[in-house]
């Protein structure tokens, strides 16, 4: 059973998801799936939240999105979202923040010495952070979305797969700055 406290979490960064999604996704040309920051707010959960709240967060994302409440990139909702070419993208984000959540561990809270203060005590914790969000939050991600990409279009696995490159340059500094921005977090005490 989950705490009040559990429950205001999960709820605020819910919020922070579809606030992300609201933020106008950006059109690629060549590949029917936009640019957009839900993938950060996916690796910002798990990071900060731990890989069940983390889970549940984006779960209760893709469950309001599905009974019609228009919270994904471009005012999109309802069970046809899935049908299409980011609906594999979108149930990848569920296990994405879990995952993400699981490999980064449990992060040191609060400062517990002067010497802890500087970036080589940091450093290993975002590094750690910085993978944990590469391989939950844009590998699993990717390995639900490029499947069912290339079934919706017909574009086979290959090209599916080359068509999302586009995105990783962008993915790979949102997980950088989730990194930064969860270490921070959790030594500030904030969660």
């Given amino acids: 059973m989950l705490k ?3 429950l205001v979490l999960v709820a605020l960064f819910t919020a922070m998801i579809i606030v992300l999604g609201l ?3 950006v059109p690629v040309p060549w590949v029917p799936v936009p640019i957009t920051l839900q993938t950060f707010g996916v690796m910002l959960a798990g990071l900060i939240l731990g890989p069940w709240r983390g889970g549940l967060v984006v779960l209760t ?3 309001i999105a599905m009974v019609g409440i228009p919270v994904l990139p471009g005012g999109r909702a309802g069970l ?3 049908a299409g070419p980011t609906g594999g993208f979108l149930i990848g984000m569920i296990p994405g923040a879990v995952i993400t959540g699981w490999l980064a561990g449990a992060l040191p809270r609060g400062e ?9 005590a940091v450093a290993p914790q975002v590094f750690r952070c910085w993978i944990a969000s590469i391989v939950g939050g844009l590998l ?3 390995a639900c979305g490029i499947p069912w990409l290339a079934t919706v279009t017909g574009m086979g696995l290959s090209k599916a797969a080359w068509a999302v490159v586009v995105f990783l340059p962008g993915d790979l500094l949102k ?3 989730a990194s ?3 270490q921070r977090v959790r030594r500030l005490e904030l969660i």
Wanted: proline share 7%; hydrophobic share 50%.
């Fill in 175 to 177: 997980a950088l700055v």
């Fill in 23 to 25: 933020i106008p996704p």
């Fill in 61 to 63: 994302y893709v469950l």
């Fill in 4 to 6: 009040t406290k559990d």
């Fill in 80 to 82: 046809a979202v899935l």
């Fill in 140 to 142: 699993v991600v990717y």
């Fill in 112 to 120: 517990t010495s002067h010497t802890q203060q500087g970036w080589k």
């Fill in 180 to 182: 930064l921005v969860a």
